[in-house]
């Protein structure tokens, strides 16, 4: 199953660089939508739908626990799981970021299996990809 990602850092070089070990890491993406802070991201999230946010913490205008905030506020948004990506990395400002909704935590440096393993563990994915038990139940369905 492919899915729809957005990436929100300030730093083109480092959305270039978390999207080609998405890639590499073995993911299935759909679409990649990028924005360099969270009020781009939420414009992005106006016009179209994504399955997982990646998003650094320390941005201009919106940074990422912002976003956060903003998305828990929204009915719709607030499902959508957000994986923090930062080089803060204390207990502390994990906690923080836990605490106002994300899903995931990865501090910077990471390997392309640490961020394929924590994108599938918050899309509720099995290590190969796929829905597991879901796909399995899919086919008892009759419409």
Request: hydrophobic content about 40%.
């Amino acid at each position: 199953m492919s899915c729809n990602i957005m990436i929100v850092d300030d730093s083109g070089s480092m959305r270039a660089v978390i999207k080609k070990i998405a890639a590499i890491s073995g993911f299935n993406m759909d679409h990649c939508y990028e924005a360099s802070n969270g009020r781009e991201a939420l414009e992005i999230l106006k016009e179209n739908w994504v399955d997982v946010i990646i998003s650094d913490i320390n941005m201009p205008e919106v940074n990422g626990l912002e976003l956060l905030r903003s998305m828990q506020a929204d009915d719709l948004y607030k499902e959508i799981p957000v994986i923090i990506i930062t080089t803060e990395g204390s207990d502390e400002r994990m906690q923080e970021a836990l605490s106002h909704g994300a899903k995931g935590f990865i501090k910077k440096p990471f390997q392309p299996e640490e961020l394929r393993s924590t994108l599938y563990e918050v899309l509720g994915m099995s290590k190969d990809g796929a829905y597991g038990q879901d796909e399995a139940d899919m086919g008892d369905l009759d419409f």
